[in-house]
């Protein structure tokens, strides 16, 4: 699938990855039950790519046996961030508020068996198995940039499918204006979950029903041509790219359609610097510091950072009418 049509600006996958990335995700689609192997493992922590081991894993197989390679839209001086960055710096409050807690303690966690709610507004409801949830989706690799709402920034080589296809799947009845995510709640291997200072458990995120049948926005299943590790959000994810980061909800257990706008964590925590929508906008600062420029993980340098993270054109015309001055 193409997001748009090519530009002079626009970089293709093969020509922003690392060449060893690339060699390993052919051998991922060689091998086309790497990504069920090693959810049936548990694994995911600290694994580069190619260090997969496999696993034979029912129903998953054929839906990643020809894993198509998309365009992104980056500038000349985006380059893809490091895996090492990519897996080792995040937030992931669900393991502790530290940038390293993830890594250092998502070891435990067991990204199989999973189960995934599909309720609410719909006409097809129901819970099924990861298996039996992505058996009918073509994964695809999308190369976005991640900005975050702390003001730093990476290029992420996504493999996913567009949310609108699940959109599309699960027929949302006509009085569906959003939908809502749900994080799994296991304090017993998600260490921050065990106190509600840090947040109020489970964590949620919701989209109104055009922004998620917008093209760009995926759940994503793995990265770097490699299943989604633990600290990453395995084993599904939501990655919505023109968002500051926190709104792309990691170990997804629940999605619901709903036609009330959900009370996304971080609004309902600080309500007066966070809102619902979360569009990255260099034009409105965060009460306590400046969004107009980003440290982009691995540069010395700050840059600017760009309106709807430099997806105005693809999102811009969801937004039309709206202030965009507005907090978040």
């Known amino acids: 699938m193409l997001i748009q049509v090519r530009k002079k600006s626009d970089i293709r996958g093969s020509e922003i990855t690392p060449k060893h990335a690339y060699l390993s995700r052919r051998n991922f689609v060689e091998k086309s039950g790497l990504i069920a192997g090693s959810l049936a493992m548990g694994s995911g922590l600290g694994i580069g790519p190619g260090e997969a081991k496999l696993v034979d894993g029912p129903g ?28 080792s710096y995040n937030n992931f409050y669900e393991f502790g508020t530290g940038k390293g807690d993830p890594v250092d303690h998502a070891g435990d ?31 695809e690799e999308r190369i976005y940039r991640l900005r975050c709402v702390e003001a730093w920034s990476m290029v992420v080589p996504w493999i996913g499918f567009p949310l609108g ?29 065990r106190s509600r200072r840090i947040l109020p458990w489970p964590y949620v995120e919701g989209l109104r ?10 759940l994503a299943i793995g990265l770097y041509g490699e299943v989604l590790p633990n600290q990453n959000g395995a084993p599904l994810r939501l990655v919505v790219p023109w968002k500051y980061g926190f709104k792309s909800i990691k170990s997804i257990v629940r999605i619901t359609f709903t036609k009330r706008m959900p009370k996304n964590t971080w609004n309902a925590v600080a309500p007066n610097e966070y809102g619902f929508y979360a569009n990255v906008n260099p034009r409105v600062d ?17 840059r600017e950072t760009l309106m709807l993270n430099g997806y105005a054109e693809e999102v811009g015309n969801l937004y039309a009418g709206m202030d965009l001055a507005r907090k978040f």
């Open 60 to 87: 998953v197989n054929e839906a990643f046996s020809n894993i198509l390679e998309g365009y992104s839209k980056l500038g000349e001086d985006d380059q893809v961030t490091p895996y090492d960055a990519i897996t």
């Open 109 to 139: 966690f067991k990204p199989r068996p999973w189960k995934i709610t599909v309720d609410g507004k719909c006409a097809n409801p129901g819970t099924m198995d990861l298996d039996d949830f992505l058996k009918p989706y073509q994964p």
């Open 165 to 193: 296809d699940l959109v599309k799947r699960f027929e949302p009845l006509g009085d569906a204006r959003y939908i809502r995510f749900e994080t799994i709640v296991r304090p017993e291997e998600m260490r921050g979950q």
């Open 209 to 218: 029903l055009d922004e998620a049948n917008n093209d760009l926005a995926i």
């Open 286 to 302: 965060h009460p306590r510091w400046s969004q107009a420029r980003e440290r982009r993980i691995g540069d010395f340098l700050r």
